[in-house]
């Protein structure tokens, strides 16, 4: 229900305690958001600091890792060359072949004893003989055993193999001779490399056959004492045990490293195999692009391109670090070691960090939140109380000023009898109370009708009488107010005591709440007063009901319901006939109002007619009190489509098969189809509020029509419909078929009362309100103006009381 409007200082203190509700709210909300505010800045800045921090610690721990892998690989390959030396002068000191054959088998078994990274202890001389002292493991077994390449027993001229194998414990455990394999010494690498060097040589990693696994080999010259070359000693050193390292070392929670060389080929990786084979089946190592890592792929790439250093890079949306370094320093071969570690490891704990500290931050928050929302609650009640007093003060300042108007209106004309006193009344109760209708009814005798004497509109600041509704169906509401105080129903649908009114009064005016005070004379009610309400509420306030009862109760004091009760005739009975020329008005309680208004309309009509033609006696037809009905179709393509689900028929041929069955049932004689309009019209001879009765039958009927065919949203519906009752002319048409048309004033305005109609509305003119209010229910739409006539009400035809 809106609230009746407060007096100047009742506005001055309501926008206070508005401001001051606004402060209660605002204040707090902001200092939340302000520590919200400083909570989260505080984290970002937190955030970015650790960050940097950590991400200069992690190039550190970079920095070390890198030169703990050098360190291992200086430990596991630096002792290799001095190890090859030691042999060599040893074995140069022996000028005796014999004994330097057996003094190398004993060096390469001590050795290899003793250095775990060596494979193999061999020795390779100028005339192509060869020795080797290595690692083997066979059946479950393992060992070293010796290769010998000498001239053979039988042919000197020919070469053979002397394979000794030693258990464990060192002694022999078998020995054979086998031709010879074709291998010469002194094709080797290791052999050419050392001799064209003339010191240590180190090859190109390999794979090596016996261990499937990938390895290098250190060798020098062996010379005399001229210094001419003797032969070639050599050591094989496998890097499989680097691997190892690699696997073992914790870089983050998932960095690694690894060891490549300039031409993408892996030296050493924590978990790949380090060599494979290739098509035709031979033995190779194995690649960076083998790998199928995009990772090492992306950091190998930045490596061959940038050289060596820190490279940062993005992958799949996600941070890496990556950092390489040579290792030519210890082998003079291009050598690198990569290592590459997520950023998240390094700085994930900063994340965690950081949501732990919003986390309490926030649960800090919370708690000032909750003591926030307290306190704005308590504040908003207080707030709340006040303003409840301010208007409960500013409705009993309205029902006071209602009160004084209605005695001021009381002191002019000595009593509410007359039609004017009574729209006061209703106005005055409208104002105090702010409900959208107010309406006073008188009850019948016989108790058989309610008569609307007066409703007044507060939206549309008008007023409509003579609705009539049927005291049999509404025989529970008649039977509440007669033996108890009042009707307050919210949902006046839900309420069996009106649910008949809400179905024929109420629901098509769009309220949904009532309350309803008896207007009784001593024991009897003779009428009863309603406050209707569109807006939603829980309850009728005990001081309304409690207002509206003392304007019932005035009512009755000043004697009103009796003289009204002889005021009002009786249906079925002819109106007295007003004065010639008087201007009725829409409050008036007599009928004779429409004789009036339709008088001076045919005049007016009449008037210009001569006019215009020059004659008095017009050559066609003229009907002073005709009803025309007339549709207007707001959206021709809805027309075009086709209706039903069968789809075998347009909308427009559906529409006109329909409205003609049902201007058949109903008798209507005249109707015709142009353009985007249906005009409908009686039999001119048939008697004109019987006519006037037939049409607005009709247009109910169309409606239902169209609104079933055409349905979708309400508020959107293509067609308007309008009615009038006025003046009109017709005749017939053509020379060979003459048809009869319709046109004039009654026409014209009904046109204009579909045009400006609500869609899928019904709007009438005054006269035809003033003529059926007592048989159907209407609602104050507007004005219209007529020429000579002057300005009339226009109503929306709601449905059937």
């Known amino acids: 229900m809106a609230k009746p409007d407060f007096e100047y200082g009742g506005f001055e203190e309501q926008r206070r305690i508005k401001r001051r509700r606004r402060n209660r709210i605002a204040l707090p909300i902001v200092m939340l958001l302000c520590m919200l505010a400083a909570l989260v800045s505080i984290a970002i800045y937190d955030y970015h600091t650790m960050r940097s921090d950590a991400l200069v610690l992690s190039k550190g721990v970079v920095i070390n890792l890198q030169s703990r892998i050098e360190t291992e690989m200086d430990a596991f390959l630096g002792r290799v060359p001095a190890i090859v030396q030691l042999s060599r002068d040893l074995l140069a000191a022996e000028q005796d072949r014999q004994l330097q054959r057996q003094l190398a088998e004993s060096l390469g ?3 290899l004893n003793n250095t775990a990274q060596l494979t193999a202890f061999f020795i390779g001389t100028a005339d192509g003989h060869f020795l080797m002292v290595r690692r083997y493991s066979a059946a479950g077994t393992s060992g070293l055993e010796t290769k010998l390449i000498r001239p053979s027993a039988t042919d000197s001229s020919e070469l053979e193999i002397e394979l000794t194998r030693r258990g464990e414990d060192g002694g022999i455990a078998a020995r054979e001779i086998k031709p010879w394999d074709q291998y010469d010494p002194r094709k080797r690498p290791w052999y050419q490399g050392a001799i064209d ?12 056959f016996t261990g499937q696994t990938a390895g290098v080999t250190a060798s020098m010259p062996l010379l005399d004492e001229t210094g001419t070359p003797q032969g070639v000693i050599g050591v094989d050193v496998a890097l499989d045990s680097i691997s190892h390292f690699l696997a073992s070392l914790s870089i983050g929670k998932t960095g690694f490293a690894l060891i490549v060389d300039g031409e993408g080929r892996l030296i050493a990786h924590p978990h790949a195999e380090p060599t494979q084979k290739d098509s035709a089946g031979k033995l190779r190592l194995t690649l960076v692009d083998d790998l199928d890592d995009p990772l090492i792929t992306r950091a190998f790439d930045r490596n061959r391109i940038e050289g060596h250093g820190r490279r940062d890079f993005a992958l799949d949306g996600r941070r890496y670090i990556s950092s390489s370094s040579s290792l030519s320093h210890l082998l003079n071969r291009d050598w690198s070691v990569l290592v590459v570690v997520p950023e998240d490891d390094f700085v994930g704990f900063v994340v965690d960090n950081v949501g732990k500290t919003l986390l309490l931050g926030m649960a800090v928050i919370a708690l000032a939140a909750l003591l926030v929302a307290f306190l704005i609650r308590e504040g908003l009640r207080a707030d709340r109380a006040a303003l409840d007093i301010l208007e409960r003060v500013a409705e009993l300042d309205a029902q006071g000023e209602a009160f004084g108007r209605l005695a001021a209106s009381t002191a002019e004309s000595g009593n509410w009898t007359d039609v004017q006193s009574l729209a006061q009344v209703t106005e005055a109760v409208a104002q105090a109370t702010g409900v959208n209708r107010v309406s006073i009814w008188h009850l019948q005798e016989d108790e058989s009708a309610l008569l609307c004497i007066d409703c007044f509109d507060r939206d549309a600041a008008g007023h409509t009488q003579g609705s009539r509704l049927d005291g049999t169906e509404h025989r529970l509401l008649i039977d509440a107010l007669k033996y108890g105080d009042a009707v307050a129903a919210v949902d006046a649908a839900g309420d069996p005591r009106s649910a008949p009114v809400f179905h024929h009064y109420l629901g098509p005016v769009g309220c949904r709440a009532l309350l309803a005070a008896p207007i009784r004379v001593g024991d009897i009610v003779t009428g009863m007063i309603w406050l209707e309400d569109a807006a939603t509420r829980s309850a009728w306030t005990a001081q309304t009901s409690h207002f509206l009862h003392a304007i019932a109760n005035l009512l009755a004091l000043h004697r009103w319901a009796p003289e009204m009760s002889a005021a009002t005739p009786t249906l079925g009975e002819p109106p007295a006939p007003a004065a ?9 309680l007599s009928k004779a109002l429409d004789t009036s208004l339709d008088r001076q309309r045919a005049a007016a009509f009449t008037a210009r007619l001569v006019e215009r033609t020059g004659s008095a006696i017009p050559q066609t037809p003229v009907f002073d009190r005709l009803a025309v009905m007339v549709i207007r179709f707001t959206d021709p393509t809805v027309l075009a489509g086709p209706a039903g689900s069968d789809r075998q028929e347009t909308m427009v041929a559906h529409l006109l098969r329909e409205l003609q069955s049902a201007a058949t049932r109903i008798g209507i004689a005249y109707l015709k189809f142009l353009s985007d309009r249906a005009i409908a019209s009686v039999d001119p001879d048939t008697p004109p509020e019987q006519g006037l009765a037939q049409i607005t039958e009709f247009a109910i009927a169309a409606r239902t029509l169209c609104e079933t065919a055409l349905g979708g949203d309400r508020s959107r519906l293509p067609f308007r419909i309008g009615i009038d009752f006025g003046p009109a002319i017709g005749g017939l048409v053509g020379h060979e078929h003459p048809l009869f048309e319709l046109w004039g004033e ?31 229910l209407f609602q104050l739409r507007g004005h219209h103006y007529a020429e000579r006539v002057g300005e009339f009400s226009t109503y929306l035809l709601e449905g059937r009381l």
């Open 746 to 776: 009654a026409v014209q305005t009904a046109t204009t009362m579909a045009n400006t109609g609500l869609p899928g509305g019904i709007q009438t003119t005054e006269t035809v309100y003033l003529a059926l209010r007592d048989r159907f």
């Open 580 to 588: 010639t020329g008087q201007r009725a008005s829409p409050l008036g």
């Open 109 to 111: 078994i001590s050795t």
């Open 197 to 208: 060097r003339q010191g240590i040589f180190w090859t190109d990693v390999y794979p090596f």
